[in-house]
Structures are given as structure tokens and as C-alpha cells.
């Protein structure tokens, strides 16, 4: 009789504990995340746009025939491209990129693609940790993502330091989205490092944008090497949210209540100064940049306001309970969005310049 009884108990339990979990999602959007930041600005800015179609650029076979083009193209010059690394040069070490030097911009740039569904190897190197899996720097990293990333370097280490020291004035960039955010992150990481490997290559020439990124290091690595690493989000965006492990979400990809029950009941029990003080939890890395462009109880989209700064804390905890939390990883999205607010910048400057104009009487 007592087991009978305590199963409409356990139900009320748990369906108490999903409403107190609900309710505190549906409180928090987007826009709580960064509304305490400062705006960025448009030369800190100006690269994410460009950087974004490089990425994208990953995924074309030929870029002298592209299936496909973002408005205004890759902006890439054929001719420049340095090499090029597909799944079957990678042996799922890593996922694909190209090497391209960006003469326009003074910029060697190493991008990488995001997370190919369809691909055994990319699921491998996300589940290839746990927490406090692999400590670096007096901090954790992801391990699966390290080890890409080392498999990169390793792999074009002669050229990128021939390229370094044959253009002493250029930059030297990772980009990447998604999956390869976190292992551009962990590059940027990695050569900082062991600079000696590139030629003993300055700091400050060394800088990585991580769009839509992975949570890959600790808070301690993720704020120390915020000079060097930007990461990107858009809007409501799932992956920078997600604190929950990744091998549990891609063990629920086809079973989503079981991902919200783990996610609430987690929630509810440990209490979040707890969970916040563990050492070895990953953030998303280096200085945060937040697209901000739908308001909560609005229809449409605004001019994207773009807001910046290196919390240490507040880095993304809560998932937004949001249509729009999946397609706003995409990396077309943020291309898009990217540029809208580049647009919205150059003409708010423009108009600060047309009022500031001086008036001539004749």
C-alpha cells in the first residue's frame, strides 16, 4: 500500500520541480544575458562578418564555382588560398578548413566548419571528455577538442610559421563554428603557449574568434585569454547555454524531454552557487559578444545591437526557452545578423557625420 501511495507522491515531486524550472526559464531571455554590457564597437566588430563567410567558404568545394554565396560572396580571392584539409585528409582528427591569407586585411586565417550531423568522427572528438577530463595552464579544457586541435597544429605547423615569419605584419587567425569553435579556441590556447613553435610569434598578433561557440575551457583560462579569444553568440543561441555535458546532450539528441528532465531535475537538487563554484565547469572562452536583435513580447527583428565584455560570471547560464534557440546557431544566421549590424553601425556613423557637417552660407 505504502509503494502504491508513493508513486503519485514522486509524480507530484517531480512535476513541482518541472514547474519551478519552467517558470524560471520562461522569466529569462536573451537580453538578460548582456544587459548589464557595454556596446561594442565597429572596429572591435568589423571582423566577425568577414570571418563568418570563411567559414562558410569551408563548406564549398570549389570556390572558383560555389553552389552557394552569402549576399555580397565569400570574399575570398581564389588565389590566395593556402590550402584547403577535407574529412579525408583530417581521418576524423578534426573537422575540415582552409588556410587562407587575407592580403586585404594583413590577416593569415585558419577556419574551420562546424559540426557535420552526418559524421562519426565529429560526434568522437565532442565525447571525448568528461569533467576535469584534462587540465592546462592551471585550468580545464576540453579533451577531445584539445587533442583536434593539437592534431591541427602538429599538421600545418611549417606553414604557419613560414607564413608568420614571411609577413611579420599580419595577424595570425582561428575562426570556427560550433565544433570548430572549440577548436579554434583550443589552437589560439595552444600556440599562445608554445609560441616558439611559430617562430616565437608575439601575442599580439595571435587572436581567435570563436562563433557560436562550445563551452571548451574553465572560467579562470576563459578570462585570462580573453585578449586573445572572442567569442560570438547570437541571440538565444542553445551551445554557449548549455552547461550540461556534451556526450548528454548527443546521448538525447533523439529524446528531448529526457535532456529537459536531466537538465531540470539537475536544476532544482544542486543549487547554482554550488554548480558555479566547481573549478573544472566550462564556459564559453575569451570576451563575449552578444547579437541582440528581437525583444521579448515583440514581433519582428530590430537593428542588431551588438553588447561586449569579459564577465566572470554570468557567462550564458540558462538556457532561453526559445524558438528561435536552434536557428540561431546557425552560421548563415550570424553571418546575416553579423553584417546587418556592420550595416547599422556604418549608418549610424554616417549620420553622425552628416549632422556634424559644418554649413556653408553663400
Known sequence: MSIICGVPLLECVYCLA????AWKRCLHTAGHDSETWGLATAEEFEPVPRLCRYILAVYEEDLR?????PPGGYGINP???ILRKTYENTQGHAPPYILY???DHADIVLAIRGLNLAKESDYQVLLDNKLGKKKVDGGYVHNGLLKAAGWVLEAECDILKELVEKHPNYTLTFAGHSLG???AAMLALVVVQHHDKLGNIDRRRIRCYAIAPARCMSLNLAVRYADVINSVVLQDDFLPRTATPLEDIFKSVFCLPCLLCMRCMRDTCI??????????????PGRLYHIVERKPFRLGRFPPVVRTAVPVD???EHIVLSCNATSDHAIIWIEREAR???DWYRWIKAMIKKKNRPVHFN
Open 79 to 81: 588565389d590566395w588560398l
Open 18 to 21: 518541472c514547474a519551478r524550472w
Open 101 to 103: 591569407l587575407d592580403h
Open 340 to 342: 546587418r549590424a556592420m
Open 181 to 183: 569553435s572549440g577548436v
Open 314 to 316: 554570468g557567462r550564458f
Open 271 to 284: 543549487p547554482e552557487e554550488k554548480m558555479l563554484r566547481d573549478p573544472r565547469r566550462l564556459y564559453a
Open 65 to 69: 564555382h560555389p553552389l552557394f554565396e
